[in-house]
């Protein structure tokens, strides 16, 4: 772990810096998308725009990585996030913040591409589960301290608006004056979106689920907690638990998934993830206590979705599949995560706030029974890196597997 540590620390740290960004501006503009009463579809609509902006972001950045490699790109990319955040206070209105959101969504998605496949380049198998866990909870640890930060600073007047967007702005420091080894300059074979399916169902799957739990969860608990009257202080605490959750489990999920069939870690924490919502929805009005200790347990078993995910399918993968495909699962997180806002939104106008807990339950009660059919119809033993092959993909879009 320290030596993962060691060659990462500047590209960790750029990371950190930015979800830290991430996390406050998202919860201080989903409160103030009530404050501000815009109505549960405009605000819906808000939150939800970050994503389409996420997806869209996905399928730039391997064109920019390939013209002007990953530090450029990840430059250019942070330009682009600090200059919308400058347009939140122009105007407080949904179009205007929607737009905002979109770009904001643009840069980080094409931030991740870059990590994302800077991180699988120089990665061998053996390791991944554990290289992209520590990824992921450095991601968690910026997106919690996010909430720390709206919480001190509050979601009025300019100071939260000039911190996030500063934070943004240093991200780029630690790229540029750090000693991260630059990933390889492959020429990149396309991997289209269908194809990525036919390489791993479940990683594809498993992927779209998690970017939908996770905007569920980011988009969703500011609007659920102003629906059961927590009030702007107590609202970033009850974001911050499931993060909290996921940074005490990603690493040990990591090594775990690296030791065993990554499919079985999926079942497990999905299935208990089911249960976790279940108990929310019977026993989170009991008390604000129990309803922290329930979202921290529901995140330390949904967050670790992705990394896993993310794993399964790069072990598939050859060095030059690496930029798209990153795109590519960067692009169906995206996808999913537009619908996750949304549909928390509609569950709560429906069915009053517990609809929360319901969109919840059915997403990773999903991930398990996708999980198991994909078990059971490829039952080979899966450790980590060496694996069962699963049968050749025959496809002009995939190159063929190199010689040693």
């Known amino acids: 772990m320290s030596n993962i540590i060691k060659v990462w620390m500047a590209l960790f740290l750029a990371i950190l810096l930015m979800q830290l960004a991430n996390g406050q501006q998202s919860t201080v503009v989903g409160i103030l998308t009530n404050v501000a009463g815009f109505g549960t579809f405009a605000g819906g609509f808000v939150m939800s725009a970050f994503y389409a902006g996420y997806a869209a972001g996905s399928i730039a950045a391997p064109g920019i990585v390939e013209r002007i490699g990953h530090v450029r790109s990840f430059g250019i990319l942070v330009a682009v996030g600090v200059a919308a955040m400058g347009f939140y206070q122009v105007s407080i209105d949904p179009v205007t913040w929607g737009l905002v959101r979109a770009v904001i969504g643009f840069s980080l998605s094409g931030i991740f591409v870059v990590a994302e496949s800077w991180l699988n380049d120089q990665t061998a198998n053996e390791t991944r589960g554990r290289v992209f866990s520590l990824y992921i909870l450095v991601q968690l640890g910026g997106l919690m301290g996010g909430q720390l930060l709206a919480s001190a600073s509050g979601a009025a007047g300019g100071l939260p608006f000039a911190m996030f967007t500063a934070l943004m702005a240093l991200c780029i420091v630690p790229v540029l004056a750090g000693n991260t080894p630059e990933a390889n300059r492959h020429v990149p074979h396309p991997v289209g979106i269908p194809i990525l399916y036919r390489i791993s ?76 919502a279940v108990i929310g929805l019977f026993l989170g009005a009991d008390s604000l206590t129990t309803l922290y200790v329930v979202m921290a347990i529901y995140g330390a078993l949904t967050f670790p979705f992705y990394s896993l995910a993310v794993a399964h399918m790069n072990d598939r993968l050859v060095p030059e599949q690496r930029v798209p495909a990153s795109a590519g699962l960067v692009l169906l997180f995206g996808l999913g995560s537009i619908l996750g806002p949304m549909f928390v939104y509609w569950s709560i106008g429906i069915f009053g706030p517990w609809g929360f807990f319901v969109v919840l339950f059915l997403s990773t009660i999903a991930v398990a029974m996708f999980a198991l059919i994909r078990m059971l119809a490829r039952p080979g033993a899966q450790r980590g890196g060496a694996m069962t092959p699963e049968p050749h993909v025959h496809s002009d879009e995939l190159p063929p597997h190199p010689t040693p």
């Open 201 to 276: 169902p479940l990683a594809f799957v498993g992927v779209v689920i998690s970017g939908f739990i996770w905007a569920a969860l980011m988009g969703g608990i500011p609007f659920y907690g102003e629906a059961i009257g927590l009030g702007s202080a107590a609202t970033p605490i009850l974001v911050a638990m499931p993060i909290l959750g996921g940074l005490i489990c990603l690493f040990p999920m990591g090594w775990l998934s690296d030791h065993m069939d990554r499919r079985a870690v999926l079942i497990g924490t999905a299935s208990l993830a089911s249960l976790t």
